[in-house]
């Protein structure tokens, strides 16, 4: 306060001067004289103490004061404000203006000195530039500007970029987060520390007022022996309604009690507390906010060696010492050599143990540390709980009886839907029928080529044998037939009038032999398939027995064709297949034909005739494939030795993969009646499982590992080829690379 006296003193005294001095003042005023500190650094205000006027310097005086000198007989006041201009004159607070003529009016002007730029002012008592009040600042919206001055100027609205240059602002300038927006002035101001301060307390739920001491000294309203209240703050009687209760209450809560009774009035449902939580779906770190840091790894403990008096063996020798001190730092077993003293008190100080530190720091610093959960999880709990293979028999267990083919690998194997008949074939092309019980063979046919499949006819009215020969297909009629069946089965493979041939030809060739030439050494039909065909390596059969479909590899031709029995009639059922079809199935129950290729399986219907779905299982290469009696399951075999099980309502994805052979998976099949499966490898060995599918839907299948069957021996890297289970017992038929069909019982 008493450094703004002066200024008061110098305003009356600048009130009662001449027009052209005060004129020249107000000019002078109203120069900025602005600092590179004001940007933005805080600005040096006084410490509050009022400084020394300065004296008046008599040799400064201008003509003006030689003339009030002379003139002794003016009066005191225009003395007094003489001697305030000379004051002001001396502080040097204005530029001193200086007086030249004009070259264009010619007339004498005064021009004051260019401002320096680092001339030190203090803007902390300047006012505001805008001075319109309390005026609401949304008036100015649509105008150029946003208000008035002192001197009832237009303050312009400044300049202001899109989001994208606030944005730019907001990087390049360290202090944009210590700025706010001032509605006055339309742009950013930095704020003070104190108003950081204050901003910084209210986010913390703390006292604005950085005076204010919550925890000051409780002051002693009463006094006495033990600060008790002795006199009372009133002496007047305690009112009736202390102790009474008001039957005015009783009235209004009665009257919302019979409100609430008859419905009236709804109490308040409990407001829910459950919040929407938004969480970053992208983000990878926890939920928690702060996560405990990793512990810091432990240094290695003291060996031996680095023992003040280690034993004698850890001392280096002089050629140790030697080859030690040539190494690299780098290439060193240890980073010191072993050294021995008589006492401790003479070990010297540890060279290295600022540069270790430093080491020890940089490791904890810079190597990354991941916190492990240990999980406290008994590993007996994560093994499955199986049945024990006791409680699911039957299952075949041991090997009954060999039949062996001496002239080649027995490469296919099929049973007689009563399950009392074999019938196998090998590469020599020798097919024989023999009986299961007692491996007697019955009957043999001799082919030129190599046999690929045989399969039996499903029907039981009828009785014969489909075998797939280097594009042809033959079809044989077993000895020792009953009468009925034997003319059922012949009636139907050459009947007396042959059906009408299609409209559509076919490429492939029905021929049935005659009569006078008809042996039972010799096929009663065969079908040639196109040239270049191939040999036929699968022969599958659908469930009433007037279709058959093969599938022929090695040619390039079409891979699948499908024969109709009755019409005698064959045609390709697919103009183009993507990839090279490795094996075909019919379903049991709809009209749907399973066909798999070297990595899918796609699922056709017949009778609407288009693609109802793909399988992937994962497989590099499939092998064999057999769909469960009910339908809804699916088993694949690979030569990649995995094993997948498809759920044909759940998903195109494999719902179990198994890996238990050690090679490649060459056949796999499920028995038509037991819960059974079976898969055969080129490793030798036969894997028998239980596979349970239960009708209920929510239940899993249960597939659990019974046995394995180990008979064949491995040939040329091939091991059992075929397995096929026996219809009404849960017995199992495998051949083998060694030329052995074998036959396994319970």
């Not at 204010?212 to 009372?232: C, L, N, R, S």
């Not at 494939?625 to 030569?639: E, F, K, T």
Request: net charge negative.
């Amino acid at each position: 306060m008493a450094a703004s006296d002066p200024q008061k003193h110098s305003k009356k005294r600048k009130q009662v001067e001449d027009e052209p001095d005060t004129h020249i003042h107000q000019n002078a005023v109203q120069l900025e004289m602005l600092t590179d500190d004001e940007d933005g650094a805080e600005i040096s205000s006084d410490d509050g103490e009022a400084d020394e006027f300065p004296e008046i310097d008599t040799g400064s005086d201008s003509e003006e004061d030689f003339d009030a000198e002379d003139n002794e007989d003016e009066d005191e006041d225009e003395e007094d404000d003489s001697d305030g201009l000379d004051s002001d004159a001396s502080l040097h607070v204005f530029p001193k203006a200086k007086t030249v003529t004009s070259d264009i009016t010619g007339k004498p002007k005064r021009v004051y000195p260019e401002i320096e730029p680092d001339y030190d002012s203090d803007s902390s008592t300047e006012d505001a530039p805008n001075r319109v009040g309390n005026v609401p600042m949304h008036w100015y919206d649509d105008l150029p500007h946003i208000g008035y001055d002192i001197n009832g100027k237009k303050v312009l609205r400044p300049a202001r970029g899109d989001e994208l240059d606030k944005f730019l602002a907001t990087v390049e300038d360290p202090n944009a987060w210590i700025s706010a927006f001032d509605k006055n002035l339309q742009m950013d101001k930095p704020l003070t520390n104190e108003e950081l301060d204050i901003i910084r307390r209210l986010y913390q739920n703390e006292n604005p007022d950085a005076s204010y001491d919550p925890y000051e000294p409780m002051v002693e309203w009463f006094t006495g022996k033990g600060k008790e209240e002795i006199m009372p703050l009133s002496a007047a009687p305690e009112p009736k309604r202390r102790w009474i209760s008001s039957k005015w209450e009783k009235q209004k809560i009665m009257k919302i009690v019979r409100a609430i009774r008859q419905g009236r009035i709804v109490p308040n449902k409990p407001k829910s507390t459950n919040k929407l939580e938004f969480y970053a779906i992208w983000s990878d770190q926890s939920s928690t906010p702060h996560e405990p840091p990793p512990p810091a790894p432990k240094p290695h403990l003291p060996t031996n060696s680095e023992s003040y008096n280690p034993p004698e063996e850890y001392l280096p020798t002089d050629e140790e010492r030697k080859e030690w001190e040539e190494k690299d730092p780098e290439d060193r077993e240890r980073d010191y050599l072993p050294q021995k003293y008589s006492s401790l008190r003479l070990v010297p100080a540890y060279n290295n143990f600022i540069k270790e530190r430093f080491s020890r720091q940089l490791d904890l610093y810079l190597a990354p540390r991941v916190q492990r959960v240990k999980l406290n999880i008994d590993p007996k709990s994560l093994i499955p709980k199986l049945p024990s293979p006791s409680t699911l028999k039957p299952f075949p267990n041991y090997k009954s009886l060999t039949f062996s083919h001496t002239k080649g690998r027995a490469r296919c194997v099929s049973i007689s839907p009563d399950g009392a008949w074999a019938a196998s074939g090998d590469e020599g092309g020798t097919v024989s029928i023999w009986e299961v019980n007692v491996g007697r063979e019955v009957k043999r046919w001799q082919f030129k080529g190599k046999i690929g499949a045989v399969e039996w006819c499903p029907r039981t009215d009828v009785c014969y044998i489909v075998v797939g020969i280097e594009e042809e297909i033959h079809f044989l009629i077993p000895p020792n037939l009953p009468d009925s069946v034997y003319l059922l089965t012949k009636s139907l493979l050459a009947p007396a009038t042959l059906p009408p041939s299609p409209a559509t030809p076919s490429p492939v060739k029905w021929e049935t032999v005659s009569s006078d030439t008809r042996s039972i050494d010799l096929p009663i039909l065969s079908v040639h398939l196109p040239p270049s065909s191939g040999t036929p390596t699968q022969i599958t059969w659908h469930r009433r027995g007037d279709y058959v479909a093969s599938v022929s590899t090695g040619g390039s031709q079409s891979a699948v064709w499908m024969h109709q029995i009755s019409r005698r009639h064959s045609q390709a059922p697919f103009k183009k297949v993507k990839g090279s079809v490795q094996a075909v199935l019919f379903h049991p129950t709809k009209p749907h034909f399973f066909v798999a290729t070297q990595q899918y399986i796609r699922i056709y219907n017949l009778a609407e005739q288009h693609l109802l779905k793909t399988l992937t299982p994962g497989i590099k290469w499939i092998s064999s494939m057999d769909v469960h009696p009910s339908g809804d399951h699916l088993i694949v075999g690979g030569y990649d030795r995995k094993l997948c099980w498809f759920d044909l309502e759940l998903s195109d994805k494999p719902y179990k993969s198994l890996r238990y052979h050690t090679r490649a998976i060459r056949s796999v099949h499920f028995h038509p009646t037991y819960p059974l499966l079976a898969s055969s490898s080129d490793d030798g060995s036969i894997q028998i499982f239980h596979a349970r599918v239960y009708n209920d839907l929510l239940t899993d299948p249960l597939i659990v590992p019974l046995k394995i069957l180990r008979g064949h021996h491995v040939q040329d890297g091939l091991g059992v080829l075929q397995v096929r289970w026996c219809n009404r017992q849960p017995w199992l038929l495998s051949g083998g690379a060694d030329g052995n069909v074998a036959v396994w019982c319970t």
